[in-house]
């Protein structure tokens, strides 16, 4: 039986990706108590990765797509955290973003958004969070974003 945040994701047309296995030493996901830190996530989705430096060979549409596909990436992995079911999760606590920009790139708030509104689309008032968004130098296979989150669960 679909749970609420099951049918939430139908409703806003979202099929979540499969889950991503580490790229280096490290685990997708951990859980101390009734928190779950995700591990960063970054805009793959299928066979498509989404690259390139904001301010250089990337524009504000390119990582605001970027930041979606890392918040889809990041609830997917609370999902297999919770045995996947969604409804267990009770607030999206904190968001961390990177965005790959150039040295004068100011825009890192603005695509976080993207990350963001993606939370609060499909969790609600839970969705709403606390979050850095800065910009770096280069981040990992040269992707435009990466997310991390902690997640409340029930």
Avoid at 12 to 38: H, K, Q, R
Avoid at 81 to 103: E, I, P, S
Avoid at 124 to 130: E, F, P, T, V
């Amino acid at each position: 039986m679909a749970g609420k945040i099951d049918a939430r994701l139908k409703e806003l047309g979202i099929t979540l990706p499969d889950v991503l296995a580490p790229a280096a030493n490290y685990v997708p996901y951990t859980i101390s108590g009734n928190l779950v830190f995700v591990s960063g996530q970054v805009p793959r989705i299928g066979d498509e990765m989404i690259t390139g430096k904001l301010g250089d060979d990337a524009d504000t549409e390119t990582g605001l797509k970027a930041a979606r596909y890392c918040a889809l990436n990041v609830i997917a992995q609370v999902k297999a955290a919770c045995g996947g079911d969604l409804d267990r999760v009770t607030r999206c606590l904190k968001v961390g973003g990177f965005v790959n920009g150039t040295q004068d790139f100011t825009d890192a708030p603005k695509i976080i958004n993207g990350a963001s509104d993606v939370f609060v689309d499909v969790f609600g008032d839970a969705g709403r969070h606390a979050r850095f968004a800065v910009a770096a130098a280069c981040l990992p296979f040269n992707v435009a974003v990466e997310v991390d989150a902690v997640f409340e669960i029930s």
